[in-house]
């Protein structure tokens, strides 16, 4: 599986922006799709999930303020960043994961596109 993501940028505290992740290579509906991001310093950490049924989990910090979703016709998953803060500045990835069995599992990554919010 491909994935490349897109929409990252620079935005004044309190903007908006969406990233969008095209995937390629697989049946984009069998993956479990998600977010995570890794600022200067400090370790990649998970933003949002959506699996394959459509089920998501938000992290905290993000809770009430970002939105994942996914287009499966489009092979496409998105996250809608709203009141952005400077602590959201961080390199945004793209995960998909295909884990049919239990003890089966298939992990990608995107490269990443830069989100800078500057105060």
């Known amino acids: 599986v491909q994935l490349v993501e897109s929409g990252g940028g620079l935005v004044q505290a309190g903007g908006s922006l969406r990233l969008s992740c095209v995937a390629s290579g697989s049946t984009f509906s069998t993956h479990d799709m998600g977010w995570f991001r890794q600022a200067p310093g400090k370790q990649r950490e998970m933003v949002a999930i959506?699996?394959?049924?459509?089920?998501?989990t938000y992290a905290d910090f993000v809770k009430g303020r970002f939105t994942i979703s996914r287009d499966n016709a489009k092979n496409t998953v998105y996250l809608q960043m709203n009141s952005l803060k400077p602590e959201d500045t961080a390199v945004y990835y793209c995960n998909a994961v295909f884990q049919p069995l239990r003890d089966y599992r298939k992990e990608y990554w995107g490269q990443g596109t830069q989100v800078t919010v500057s105060s």
């Open positions: 959506i699996s394959r049924f459509g089920s998501t």
